[in-house]
């Protein structure tokens, strides 16, 4: 994680450019113009510039800071849950297929003349992306921690396959020898893809769904107010966590960015028009190089118009 900006150093930064600015500051507290803002006034400042940046980084794609306003994922079961998203947004939805997490086989519910295992209700889908476990040994032909996908072509029988297009069409990994013990089938987590709620309700009573997403079978997840839907009957969600806090979140390199926003801010109301557009210019420039994922943003240029206050 990178070294967060300094409140301190761009407090510095904003009181000496206020100071040589040499015209009127922000509106007080109470409100009154051409009066140097307070202390409070300035740290709000900078805390709000702060909170842009960091809510643009969290939101630009592949961005080299992005990870870093990533919360851990928070996993949520069932067609509709609470959404766990209360600051930033969500970036990524990952989710199972099939209506549990593991599931079980033994060396006798498996056949090498069919290559299916036998298991009455397994709930299991095609397309479900999976991997397997040895109790004691493996069937030959599947292989522990290799991904492989569910052909399932009745609610009690289904086998392997090593592509999701092998497994639309039914094209099974062969199965030479039943192995020993009981297997463990693990499902995987994949990328789902986000539509409204319509779409959600009505691709959940359709299993078969398939779309083209890095080869996945995927299933689809909607935001609606507090609510989180999805086709998946379990989910992690990642988002951004993004908040107003008493210390910077941005990355060190942008604390020039964070400063101009700060006077763009700060100048808002008893600024010259072409001061406050200075930093107001400034500090959007600042923010199309943070979005274009640049690293740094260059030292702030203080503003030189020399406007007397009278």
């Known amino acids: 994680m990178a070294t967060a900006a300094d409140l301190t150093t761009i407090k510095s930064i904003v009181i000496s450019l206020l100071q040589a600015s040499r015209t009127a500051y ?30 643009l980084i969290a939101n630009t794609s592949l961005h080299p800071y992005q990870s870093q306003f990533i919360a851990s994922p928070t996993t949520v079961t069932g067609t509709q ?24 086989f033994t060396s006798s519910d ?6 299916l295992v036998t298991k009455a209700t397994h709930g299991l889908v095609t397309g ?26 009745t609610t009690s029988t289904y086998g392997f396959c090593t ?6 069409q039914g094209t099974l990994i062969d199965i030479t020898n039943v192995g020993a013990g009981t297997n463990t089938v693990t499902s995987q987590y994949v990328d789902i893809l986000q539509a409204d709620r319509a779409t959600v309700v009505e691709a959940t009573n359709s299993p078969y769904l398939f779309a083209a997403q890095q080869g996945n079978v995927a299933g689809f997840w909607a935001e609606e107010g507090t609510g989180f839907f999805t086709t ?7 988002f951004t966590d993004v908040t107003l806090t008493s210390a910077c979140q941005a990355p060190q390199p942008y604390t020039y960015g ?3 926003g700060a006077m763009a801010k700060l100048l808002k109301d008893g600024g010259a028009a072409d001061e406050i557009g200075f930093y107001a210019q400034q500090y959007q420039g600042y923010l199309q190089q943070i979005a274009s994922g640049a690293m740094a943003v260059p030292t702030i240029q203080s503003y030189t118009g020399g406007i007397n206050v009278t």
Do not use: H, W
């Open 26 to 55: 922000a509106s007080t507290v109470d409100q009154s113009n051409q009066q140097f803002a307070s202390d409070t006034e300035i740290a709000n400042a900078i805390l709000y510039a702060d909170l842009e940046i960091s809510n």
């Open 81 to 104: 849950a609470a959404s766990p998203v209360r600051n930033g947004a969500i970036v990524r939805v990952t989710g199972v297929m099939g209506s549990a997490l593991t599931y079980t």
């Open 110 to 115: 498996i056949s090498t003349t069919t290559d």
């Open 128 to 153: 479900q992306a999976v991997q397997v476990s040895a109790g004691t040994t493996l069937p030959t032909g599947l292989v522990a921690a290799t991904t492989y996908y569910i052909y399932a072509p």
């Open 163 to 168: 592509t999701v297009y092998n497994a639309k």
């Open 232 to 238: 998946c009957p379990s989910s992690k969600i990642y």
């Open 258 to 260: 964070i400063a101009s």
